[in-house]
């Protein structure tokens, strides 16, 4: 009983200490908190970023001076609008979403935000949109973000299309533990994570590291960056 208290009271501070820091860093607006309704009454499920994530996104884009940044897997649009809120007007901000509904939700995500100038969403299979996009590149952030298997497929083209200091970000790279070790290999998702984590620990050309900072801190982002050519 002793211990339960303990860890009661570990999870307690752990998750006012996370309350704090959302809102000095990362307070969320109204469009924010719309766009999380727009998700649950699209019966969309809510595995969107926390706020955290969203101002380290936009940290990021700053640290690569970020005017072109793509985004796979655009759920209800939550992500992108951290991610279009730190671009310059003149920047641009293409998603990639699957799904048509989702992305009529997005499109009136971004609208509602006030960023649908700067923010675009392509509907179709990343598989297929991401061949059309080297003509725009290169893309100084990449944030990954969608089915699990295609993992290692998306970073393939993510280098390809980036340029020396790009930054790709990648979600859900702990999953618990299940992305960082050969027994992912059962499970389809876990192994396109764990291949991807590899991949960017092998890559000649990144640097990465993958952080937990979930709210239970089980999953997190992989962050890696593009390294010059050798
Ligand atoms: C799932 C996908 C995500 O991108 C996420 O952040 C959490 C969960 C999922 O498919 O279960
Ligand atoms: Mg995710």
């Known amino acids: ?20 820091l959302v809102q000095l860093f990362a307070p969320e607006d109204e469009a924010l908190r719309t766009t999380i309704t727009a998700t649950k009454e699209a019966g969309l499920p809510a595995i969107h970023i926390n706020p955290l994530q969203g101002k380290l996104l936009q940290v990021l884009a700053a640290a690569c001076n ?25 920047g641009r901000l293409i998603t990639l979403e699957v799904s048509p509904a989702h992305a009529e939700v997005v499109q009136r995500s971004f609208e509602q935000a006030g960023v649908a100038d700067r923010a675009e969403v392509r509907v179709g299979s990343a598989h297929e949109s991401l061949p059309q996009l080297v003509d725009q590149a290169p893309f100084d952030l990449v944030f990954i973000d969608a089915d699990k298997p295609s993992y290692p497929h998306y970073l393939d083209w993510a280098i390809r299309l980036s340029r020396p200091g790009s930054i790709i970000v990648a979600d859900n790279c702990i999953r618990a533990g299940q992305a960082l070790s050969e027994s992912a290999l059962d499970d389809q998702g876990a192994a396109g994570l764990y291949q991807y984590n590899l991949q960017t620990l092998k890559h000649p050309r990144l640097r990465a590291i993958a952080l937990a900072m979930d709210e239970d801190y089980t999953d997190g982002f992989n962050i890696a960056v593009v390294l010059p050519e050798a």
Do not use: D
């Open 66 to 90: 970020a005017q072109k940044i793509l985004e796979i897997g655009s759920l209800a649009g939550y992500s992108g609008i951290w991610l279009a809120r730190a671009l310059p007007p003149t």
């Open 1 to 20: 009983m002793q211990q339960e208290t303990e860890l009661q009271q570990q999870a307690r501070i752990r998750h006012e200490v996370e309350e704090n």
